[in-house]
T-cell receptor
Framework: SQQGEEDPQALSIQEGENATMNCSYKTSINNLQWYRQNSGRGLVHLILIRSNEREKHSGRLRVTLDTSKKSSSLLITASRAADTASYFCATDNSGNTPLVFGKGTRLSVIA | NAGVTQTPKFRVLKTGQSMTLLCAQDMNHEYMYWYRQDPGMGLRLIHYSVGEGTTAKGEVPDGYNVSRLKKQNFLLGLESAAPSQTSVYFC???????????FGPGTRLLVL
């Protein structure tokens, strides 16, 4: 089945630095979403970018989408210790099929 | 609103035992989903429902059954638990014509 693949699997940075995570997918999509999961918790939706959009911002989050390369990136600027979590991309290739999640990137932000 | 709630939070089963996980949402969402999350595997869809009385198989449906008798509830059943079903189970819901999924806090299941 179609699946986003995040890269890297794990990332460790210092507080204040920027964190970049990438997601690649295999087939055409309607939209791509990013979710965050804190340890021991459920996933929380962060941002959605549609296939006709190239970039989107939400607070310290910046998402880009390159449909020609079938890839997306999530940038977290000025990271904080509270950003420590796993981040998942999820792809939606039609309104009637469920999202397909990648395996996630584990981000550790060290104070 | 409580959002999406899951019962129980944690359970230990012996091989061969059965159990039912309950997911409830108070957002009047049409779609509901059951996922399992295993280390290094991300989220994998078990079953989902696009409305009351309807269910469909996801990526890993074997060994599980589901029922959606009421719009707000989505039940996941394990008829004969196996150690391979040790996992964290997440329920999610979404509103028709929206794409964002809302997740419950998860149920940790250990099958011995």
């Amino acid at each position: 089945s179609q699946q986003g693949e995040e890269d890297p699997q794990a990332l460790s940075i210092q507080e204040g630095e920027n964190a970049t995570m990438n997601c690649s997918y295999k087939t055409s999509i309607n939209n791509l979403q990013w979710y965050r999961q804190n340890s021991g918790r459920g996933l929380v939706h962060l941002i959605l970018i549609r296939s006709n959009e190239r970039e989107k911002h939400s607070g310290r989050l910046r998402v880009t989408l390159d449909t020609s390369k079938k890839s997306s990136s999530l940038l977290i600027t000025a990271s904080r210790a509270a950003d420590t979590a796993s981040y998942f991309c999820a792809t939606d290739n039609s309104g009637n099929t469920p999202l397909v999640f990648g395996k996630g990137t584990r981000l550790s932000v060290i104070a | 609103n409580a959002g999406v709630t899951q019962t129980p939070k944690f359970r230990v089963l012996k091989t061969g035992q059965s159990m039912t996980l309950l997911c409830a949402q108070d957002m009047n969402h049409e779609y509901m989903y059951w996922y399992r999350q295993d280390p290094g595997m991300g989220l994998r869809l078990i079953h989902y429902s696009v409305g009351e009385g309807t269910t469909a198989k996801g990526e890993v449906p074997d060994g599980y059954n589901v029922s959606r008798l009421k719009k707000q509830n989505f039940l996941l059943g394990l008829e004969s638990a196996a150690p391979s079903q040790t996992s964290v189970y997440f329920c999610a819901s979404t509103k028709l014509a929206e794409e964002t999924q809302y997740f419950g806090p998860g149920t940790r299941l250990l099958v011995l």
